[in-house]
């Protein structure tokens, strides 16, 4: 059994934690402030496997299939539902990247189809069929519940005897040549240290600031954090926008019902680059911008109240991809998950979590297409398609 170290306690972090406890390793998971502070608790609650390419197409449909086992595993209601995402094409130019994205994703098993504008009404009763002339539709997309999935995931893992600490910052790192011997951190005002076999650095829009404390160069997995809001409406009936609704050439907005309350959470690509990561104020920009989208997507939207907006943050990669992999013999990275991070993070975990127990995994996690190098390397990967 060897001491894991894992910086981050968000989704990512605390779901790592729960697998590498499960593979019997020892376990002590830092997060500076509280746990599904960073992003995870300021996402939109969506889970697809309708991607572009293979690589996260095939991620995406391993991930599903944990998800679908998720509650039975953690024993916890985290109101997983496959309620669907419906992608809606405004061209025919679209409709036409709808089809060849279509029979990629069914190569893999993703049952995505082209549907018409009639069948897309019944799927979402408040849309608006007029601007669109066909949908993408897989019903095995959906949503959960951040707060119930994170805490889940958080119970388990301390049941396991994970070592998991709140407010506890990791403010340095021990190495010598390429492996990291120990991590130093802050509590109540302290800095102690602790030896460890192996890290994790699962702290995303502040994983430059930890690849630093390495010795690695801050931009060697370039992540930049950019503002992306949301906001949310009143509670509507249920059965209005239950899948995530997207016309992705009206600025990637998109519409979803909350699955538990009802409210209607609205979202679009308008967004900049964060300044400083506790840039987390709402705008009234945005709040404009978003409902002009929403509305037009959806126009019943126009008489419900607003009751919250907020923010958080993108941890962008320039190709939108994360950055997965070994960094230094003993050090790793699962970070800048660029808006995918929660839907990923059941068999991004579980990849992790074996790769670092054994130094592989039975996941079809493509370790080339993730490698935190490629930037350094120049490479970049097709864009993942961005929205939540
Ligand atoms: P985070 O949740 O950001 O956790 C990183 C943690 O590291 C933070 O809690 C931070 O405090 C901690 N940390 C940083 N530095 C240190 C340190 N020195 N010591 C200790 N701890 C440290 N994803 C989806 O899959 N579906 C969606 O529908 C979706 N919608 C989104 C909507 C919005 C508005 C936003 C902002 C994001 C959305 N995302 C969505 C993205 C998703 O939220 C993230 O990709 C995911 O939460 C990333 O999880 P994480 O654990 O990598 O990072």
Redesign the pocket.
Known sequence: MSKVAV????????ATAYELAKLGEEVIL????Y?????????????RAQFTDEANIRLMKHSVRRWEGLEEELGFDINFRQTGYLFLATSEEEVKAFKNNIRLQNRFGVPTRLIGMEEAKEIVPILNTEPFLAGAWNPKDG?AN?FKTLFAYLFRAREMGVDAREH????ALEREGDTIKAVK?RSNGRVESVKVDAVLN?????AP??NEMAGLKRDLVPIKAYK???VKTEPLEPGQAEP?VCPPSWNDAYIIQDGEDGGIIC?AGIEHEARGLNDYEPTYDFLRGVLRYATMIAPPLKYAHIVRQ??????KTPDKNPAIGRLLDNFYI??G?????????PAVAQAVAELMANGRSRVPLDWEWYDPYRFERGELRSSAFQI?
């Open positions: 910086i981050g306690g968000g989704i990512i972090g605390v830092f997060e500076k402030s746990f599904g502070s960073g992003s995870t608790f300021r996402c939109a609650t969506g889970i949503k951040p506890t910052e990791v403010v951190y699962a702290a995303n829009a502040w600031l930890i992306h809001q949301l995530l979202g907020w923010a958080g943050f993108y941890a699962a970070a998950f660029s808006g995918h991070g929660f839907m990923m993070a939540g």
